[in-house]
């Protein structure tokens, strides 16, 4: 009977060992995924990185545009700076909301009441897209637009508007069309919405504009 | 009948027993290998996932410094071209008229940096709680700060140190607020807004205000505050200003 405790000690110690293993092996994986993550997990981060990357090739165009005015500056006469600052005032006041503009775009439609929040929303997710130029029925929007409601209406820049809600969007069709949809898809699972739809036209106007206010406060 | 001999019996039940437990540590053994094959296979999926999350930061680091050179490069050649132009403006007047023109139009487009008074929001996260993300500080937070100073009649915004142009779009994944073509931000945050300072002080103020954020200021001790100031300055926008699909009619 002597064999006994051996082997016991034998089995004893084989799971032993393997409870050692497994909980040093668990341990330090857990260790490093908390040393490395910071709280970032890797889908949002590979979120991240498409959107640096898209950024950076926008930003790096733009970087080869202004070296190539510089340098046609250096090079050139007033005839030039005025051909470059005339283009630039019209690239301005088509991104200031000051002149009507036209090209590919969508135009979502939603019969809800919507509120000024949702439309805010919306507004935001086409400019993520890539819009260029937006409208709120047939309201001119930019990025200080003021959106709010106003009793049973809702006042844009000062202006009141109702539902249906017509939103026109000028910008990269494909990316557009994108987030229309999806944006459609998540309206009309909506309990409050009627009709949610979007098509996309290869060659949208917006008319409307917004009048350029003078910096009361602000200087250089 | 032959009776076996005792001893004969005690070293068979011996060598059954001794065979029970080889049979058992065998079993123990083969129960290890089989549980070991199964570990390597479950923890070396988070060792990879370890690595390919660090090569997933490294890219993101890479790709922030090369986002905050461009925007510095950007800003820079803007520097010199409106050096070059002020130097052909005194040439003539017409261009010194354009670019009065333009001035004022980079003016509204946030392309220049502009002072004057207002207030600092300041927002930061809270205390995790029932709300997966609801403690943190998102990018709609930060929208609707924007929206409200605008209504409040700011002239100019920045978040971060980053303006906000006419075309600026806000989103992010939760706890992270990217704005244009920018670099993720994170909290704290501080959104500095030059124009009408009472007016913006008065709808900060206003409980029926932010109620989003002030519901979740009570729930998860998520921090926001304001201060009104004399003189704030702000940055001129980095990014691109280019619409490469709206032309004027």
Do not use: C
Not at chain 1, 179 to 190: N, Y
Not at chain 2, 139 to 149: H, Y
């Amino acid at each position: 009977m002597r064999s006994r405790p051996s082997l016991n000690a034998l089995v004893v110690g084989i799971l032993t060992g393997l409870l050692a293993f497994v909980a040093v092996v668990q341990v330090r994986s857990q260790a490093e995924v908390e040393r490395s993550l910071g709280g970032v997990d890797s889908t949002t981060l590979a979120f991240l990185i498409d959107d640096l990357h898209r950024a950076n090739d926008a930003l790096g165009a733009d970087a080869a545009t202004l070296s190539m005015r510089r340098d046609a500056l250096r090079g050139g006469g007033n005839q030039v700076v005025d051909a470059q600052l005339n283009a630039e005032a019209s690239q301005l006041r088509v991104a200031e909301g000051l002149v009507p503009v036209h090209g590919p775009g969508v135009v979502v439609t939603v019969d809800a009441p919507l509120t000024p929040l949702d439309l805010q929303d919306a507004v935001d997710n086409l400019r993520v897209a890539g819009a260029e130029a937006l409208a709120l029925n047939d309201r001119r929007l930019v990025t200080s637009s003021v959106i709010k409601a106003s009793g049973d209406a809702i006042d844009v820049d000062g202006a009141q508007v109702h539902g249906p809600w017509t939103l026109s969007a000028i910008g990269d069709p494909t990316r557009l069309a994108g987030a229309a949809d999806q944006m459609t898809r998540a309206l009309r699972d909506d309990p409050r919405v009627r009709r949610a739809a979007y098509r996309s036209e290869s060659d949208l106007v917006i008319r409307s504009t917004v009048v350029q206010r003078p910096f009361v406060y602000g200087s250089s | 009948m032959v009776q076996p001999a005792p001893g004969i019996i005690r070293s068979q039940v011996n060598l059954r027993r001794v065979g029970a437990y080889v049979l058992l540590a065998l079993t123990a053994l083969a129960f290890g290998f089989l549980l070991a094959t199964q570990l390597r296979t479950q923890l070396l999926v988070p060792g990879n996932r370890v690595a390919r999350t660090e090569a997933l930061v490294r890219t993101v680091q890479d790709l922030e410094s090369t986002n905050s050179a461009y925007r510095a490069q950007i800003a820079s050649l803007r520097g010199q071209i409106d050096g070059l132009e002020a130097q052909a403006a005194q040439r003539s007047e017409a261009t010194q008229r354009l670019r009065d023109d333009v001035a004022t139009l980079r003016a509204h487009a946030g392309l220049t940096p502009m002072r004057g008074p207002g207030v600092t929001v300041d927002l930061g996260n809270g205390r995790p709680g029932a709300g997966a993300t609801d403690y943190l500080v998102n990018f709609q937070d930060i929208q609707d700060v924007v929206n409200l100073l605008f209504a409040g009649g700011a002239e100019g915004v920045a978040v971060n140190g980053r303006r906000i142009s006419p075309m600026s779009s806000f989103s992010g994944p939760a706890g992270t607020v990217v704005i244009d073509q920018g670099n993720p931000l994170y909290a704290p945050f501080q959104v500095v807004a030059v124009g009408n300072r009472s007016q913006m002080e008065q709808l900060l103020g206003d409980a029926a205000s932010l109620g989003g954020l002030r519901n979740r200021q009570r729930a998860f001790g998520l921090a926001l505050s304001f201060q009104g100031s004399p003189d704030l300055s702000l940055p001129a926008y980095d990014s691109t200003l280019e619409s490469s699909f709206a032309q004027p009619s």
